[in-house]
């Protein structure tokens, strides 16, 4: 999954998934065989990249999707928005230096 291109990011079991953690804070995690990716994005970005197409991302059910964390159906996203999603999920989560470096960039 892309989200290890980014600095610091750590992959490691989390039930029955994998975790991608930066600062052992998770930013996204994946369940292969749902092919189904979950982010923890703050709520503006939620808002704005589920109003692209709720069939792809979508606030996870419950109080978990009030804290911003969002379902992406892996089957339809197309890359470049994944990346951004990614990129918006890492920054969420990663210490401010960290972030500042992917956020000049978008």
């Known amino acids: 999954m892309a989200a290890l291109q980014f600095e610091e990011v750590d992959l490691s079991p989390h039930f029955e998934k994998e975790s991608f953690r930066v600062k052992k804070k998770i930013f996204a995690t994946l369940n292969p065989v749902k092919k189904l990716a979950t982010v923890k994005l ?63 960039s978008e």
Not at 54 to 72: D, E, N, Y
């Open 42 to 104: 703050n709520q503006i970005d939620q808002s704005v990249f589920c109003a692209i197409d709720s069939a792809v991302l979508f606030p996870v059910p419950g109080a978990w999707g009030k804290q911003g964390w969002t379902h992406i159906n892996l089957k339809t996203v197309k890359n470049a928005l994944l990346l951004d999603i990614l990129t918006s999920a890492y920054c969420t989560v990663a210490p401010p230096k960290l972030a500042l470096k992917y956020r000049s």
